[in-house]
């Protein structure tokens, strides 16, 4: 496996720090982090480029060593940043994978340049907004709540998004807290107070297939979502998995790359 570090400077100005796992010259998929960020595990990642893809993960602004926050302000300012960094990348058409957050924002990406997209993968992605089921607000949570609604494992997951984290170590656990203020800081431009920026009333533009990915024990997003996604988009699937939560990356890093690789195949 190969994997490489980099950091990219958009048009923009937007300086994020890259990923990028497989080989070159293979098909290029990217993968757009949720509010969470990258935690530590890139089983998922790995699993899709040893599936023969060239995965590039590009941190959001406000996340680990990536900066230019203070330049996006809204839900356009984050699609077209996503748009950025795939011309700096130098990539005409692309499979397009999004978690939560990132989801969200593919989504958007996917209805400005619905031709720029040979398949989109959207794994629990905010986004809509169910009456009936209304999503959890991040923001109300303390840090070590957070494992508490996104994991089905609990305990693995505050391993992950604490990062083994020694809490008996003051600057760590103060480096731990600033860093996490700093990433809901930008997510709460999207997310804050409900991650509802009417990207239902543009879904239809989205012409690529479309697989939606869920967890059936997600406590933060109901599964119900799942088919409201379906439902809007023109060619959409859905695939479950059983007892996991919001986090099928981490929770289930090898089924969700094998869906989403027949899936991809599939649509040609």
């Known amino acids: 496996m190969t994997v490489a570090t980099d950091t990219v400077r958009t048009a923009r100005?937007?300086?994020?720090?890259?990923?990028?796992?497989?080989?070159?010259?293979?098909?290029?998929?990217?993968?757009?982090?949720?509010?969470?960020?990258?935690v530590g595990d890139d089983a998922f990642l790995?699993?899709?480029?040893?599936?023969?893809?060239?995965?590039?993960?590009?941190?959001?602004?406000?996340?680990?060593?990536?900066?230019?926050?203070?330049?996006?302000e809204d839900m356009l300012d984050f699609a077209l940043h996503g748009w950025d960094v795939v011309d700096t990348l130098g990539l005409s058409t692309v499979?397009?994978?999004?978690?939560?957050?990132?989801?969200?924002?593919?989504?958007?990406?996917?209805?400005?340049?619905?031709?720029?997209?040979?398949?989109?993968?959207?794994?629990?992605?905010?986004?809509l907004w169910l009456e009936d089921h209304p999503v959890v607000d991040l923001f109300t949570l303390l840090?070590?709540?957070?494992?508490?609604?996104?994991?089905?494992?609990k305990a693995a997951g505050a391993a992950l998004l604490t990062g083994g984290v020694d809490f008996n170590d003051m600057e760590a656990l103060t480096q731990f807290f600033v860093a996490n203020a700093r990433r809901l800081g930008t997510a709460g431009k999207i997310l804050f107070p409900i991650p509802n920026r009417r990207v239902s009333k543009r879904l239809y533009r989205v012409t690529s297939p479309t697989l939606v990915a869920w967890g059936d024990?997600?406590?933060?997003?109901?599964p119900a979502y799942a088919a409201a996604w379906a439902s809007a988009l023109p060619r959409a699937e859905v695939v479950s998995f059983a007892d996991c939560g919001l986090m099928v990356p981490f929770e289930r890093p090898e089924g969700l790359a094998g869906a989403a690789c027949d899936f991809i195949a599939s649509a040609g």
């Open 13 to 38: 100005g937007v300086e994020c720090a890259l990923r990028t796992f497989g080989e070159v010259g293979a098909p290029p998929a990217v993968f757009l982090h949720g509010a969470t960020g990258p």
């Open 217 to 222: 024990a997600d406590a933060y997003i109901d």
């Open 143 to 153: 840090p070590f709540q957070f494992a508490e609604v996104l994991f089905k494992d």
């Open 46 to 72: 790995e699993s899709l480029a040893g599936r023969g893809f060239r995965v590039l993960a590009p941190e959001w602004p406000g996340y680990g060593s990536s900066s230019g926050e203070e330049l996006l």
């Open 95 to 127: 499979v397009l994978v999004g978690h939560g957050m990132g989801g969200m924002i593919a989504a958007e990406m996917a209805a400005i340049c619905p031709d720029r997209i040979r398949a989109l993968v959207l794994v629990a992605p905010n986004g």
